[in-house]
């Protein structure tokens, strides 16, 4: 029995979940947890015990100091609680479950049940989990999201892709499944992040998980810098597969290829879908340079694919500047965002993809234990 003293009555809570690890490619998924307890300033309220679930060879312990006094930080899965402030105009307030932790080495079963004990403690009425892959998609274009259930009433009404994916899984695919067994109502959000440069952050993926969360749980979320972060991170890009022609080839061909796929699907619903989020956020939001009352699209929905830059005169340094909004799925359909990204049908596991020429900039995998980094054993712990 989990008794959850001092933890106030909720509102319509929603708990929103994202593990560091293999299902966190350029730690998209855990930032976007991150963002939402920042910027709302969520309350821990609850951790897992470290013990039960890491190997801490694996995951290692990390030691600190605070005033001269030597402390360590276990690995383990936290949860808090957020205030949300209301919902878009009109919208009742909703508050949030916050699940951020790394996924699990162990008794992944026990794992999920205990999180869904709190679930059930709290009174959450849906579980949302985040996540991210390496896939085939440029980083010029919009980011693919793909929206993912195992319910098919839960697919039909909301405008999710039911789940066919067949194949190793990690702990966003086993806690989906876990809730549907225990009838709590579940969706996984899937960004997919371009393989070659799968080193973190990305928080061009992180913004697109967040818009999609928006428009899924119809909560207006703060940005905060979000949106700067995303456009410095794509300039920078920008300018390393300038500096190599096999990249800047390979890039243009993916961008072929999106764009050829895409075409079909510059429908008047997703037009619609982007204008009811302006709306959305048109109350308090200065207007973006160039762009009246502030309504941004991503390159290719306006004219020019590409953005333009400005100098911030004050620091000197080189920003690029708000380019039109759009919603970042609306390039295509969640099936068609994830045959991108792995060519399979979705599940939300990502696939190791085949090393490509953009991996020789600097963008490497890293140490293989990290986000967006070749996993060690895709399976590891699901016995």
């Excluded at 991996?359 to 996993?375: I, L, M, S, V, Y």
Aim: hydrophobic fraction near 35%; include cysteine.
């Amino acid at each position: 029995m989990i008794e959850l003293e001092g933890v106030p009555e909720l509102i319509d809570p929603v708990m929103i979940c994202a593990f560091e690890g293999w299902n966190d490619a350029g730690d998209a998924a855990s930032s976007a947890v991150a963002h939402l307890d920042r910027e709302w300033k969520g309350e821990v309220f609850g951790a897992l015990d470290a013990e039960d679930y890491y190997d801490f060879q694996v995951n290692r312990p990390t030691v600190w100091l605070d005033g001269g006094v030597r402390k360590v930080t276990w690995p383990t899965t936290r949860l808090s609680v957020v205030r949300t402030g209301g919902g878009a105009e009109g919208a009742p307030q909703r508050d949030l479950v916050l699940v951020r932790g790394i996924e699990p080495s162990m008794r992944w079963r026990s794992f999920c049940n205990e999180i869904l004990g709190f679930a059930h403690e709290l009174g959450v009425e849906m579980v949302i989990v985040l996540g991210s892959l390496l896939g085939d998609t440029p980083h010029t274009r919009p980011v693919p999201v793909s929206g993912i259930t195992s319910d098919p009433d839960l697919a039909r009404t909301m405008d999710l892709e039911e789940s066919r994916y067949e194949g190793p899984t990690g702990i966003v695919g086993i806690l989906q499944e876990a809730c549907t067994h225990a009838g709590v109502p579940a969706v996984s959000l899937w960004a997919a992040v371009p393989h070659y440069v799968s080193q973190p952050p990305n928080p061009k993926a992180t913004l697109a998980l967040l818009n999609r969360l928006e428009d899924l749980i119809d909560l207006r979320i703060p940005l905060g810098e979000l949106p700067e972060d995303a456009r410095a991170w794509q300039l920078g890009v920008d300018q390393l597969a300038a500096e190599d022609s096999e990249v800047a080839e390979y890039v243009q061909s993916l961008e072929e290829a999106r764009d050829t796929a895409d075409l079909p699907e510059a429908s008047g619903e997703a037009i619609a879908r982007e204008f009811e989020r302006y709306l959305r956020r048109r109350d308090g939001q200065p207007p973006a340079p160039g762009q009246p009352g502030g309504l941004a699209a991503e390159p290719g929905l306006t004219e020019g694919r590409d953005p333009s830059y400005l100098r911030d005169t004050a620091s000197g340094r080189t920003r690029p500047a708000r380019p039109a909004a759009k919603d970042e799925d609306a390039a295509g359909s969640p099936g068609d965002a994830r045959k991108d990204a792995t060519g399979n049908e979705p599940e939300g596991e990502p696939e190791k993809p085949e090393k490509s020429a953009g991996q020789d900039t600097g963008q490497g995998t890293g140490d293989g234990t990290g986000p967006g980094r070749e996993p060690e054993d895709p399976r590891d712990g699901e016995s």
